[in-house]
T-cell receptor
């Protein structure tokens, strides 16, 4: 039973380029959460999505960041015109949406480095 | 902000029980206590959760005080692989909300 899969594991971009991070939730899970972890800091919530809907984007920066979770395929976190401060580990978690009865299961993250 | 307070770091000898405390004095009646850990370079791993009764699974035990204002995570026989940052989190029951992580406790298992 595969867990949450994130790819790529490592991504290097130059300033001004675009970064696309992908997350495939666990089988049967329709709720996806994205978190960001800056170096030597804790995880910070970014966005919560269900299939084709953004439920809570209170942690997303207002510019350059967007997220989607289409009907088919993985969830995508997109960062446009990356800057050095975007260097971080980005983690995705998923649940089946059972009203909090089960924990969120996390992937091993994408480590984004901006040159 | 996180609703929990944890010591920033702890040491434990390999083979001994590791007892990690957590204060959550403002916890509400409908909030669960969850524990996650993050081993270096990996994503957070769920350990255990509880509402008011003590809980045990294959990884750990969770002891919640009667007034629910604090709890202790117990790793019964710590190994070097248990070295990680441990996060104590409170979450409202019945909702699929985001997790608010605090700074956690960095547990060092000493050989």
């Amino acid at each position: 039973n595969a867990g949450v899969m994130q790819n790529p594991r490592h991504l290097v971009r130059r300033r001004g380029q675009e970064a696309r991070l992908r997350c495939s939730p666990m089988k049967g899970h329709s709720h996806v959460y994205w978190y960001r972890q800056l170096p030597e800091e804790g995880l910070k919530f970014m966005v919560y999505l269900q299939k084709e809907n953004i439920i809570d984007e209170s942690g997303m920066p207002k510019e350059r960041f967007s997220a989607e979770f289409p009907k088919e395929g993985p969830s995508i976190l997109r960062i446009q015109q990356v800057v050095r401060g975007d260097s971080a580990a980005y983690f995705c978690a998923s649940t089946a949406g059972t009203g909090g009865k089960e924990p969120q299961h996390f992937g091993d993250g994408t480590r984004l480095s901006i040159l | 902000d996180a609703k929990t307070t944890q010591p920033p770091s702890m040491d434990c000898a390999e083979g001994r029980a590791a007892n990690l405390p957590c204060n959550h004095s403002t916890i509400s009646g409908n909030e669960y206590v969850y524990w996650y850990r993050q081993i270096h370079s990996q994503g957070p791993q769920y350990i255990i959760h509880g509402l008011k009764n003590n809980e045990t699974n294959e990884m750990a035990s969770l002891i919640i005080t009667e007034d629910r204002k604090s709890s202790t995570l117990i790793l019964p026989h710590a190994t070097l692989r248990d070295t990680a940052v441990y996060y104590c989190i409170v979450r409202v029951a019945g909702r699929d909300d985001k997790i608010i992580f605090g700074k956690g406790t960095r547990l060092h298992i000493l050989p």
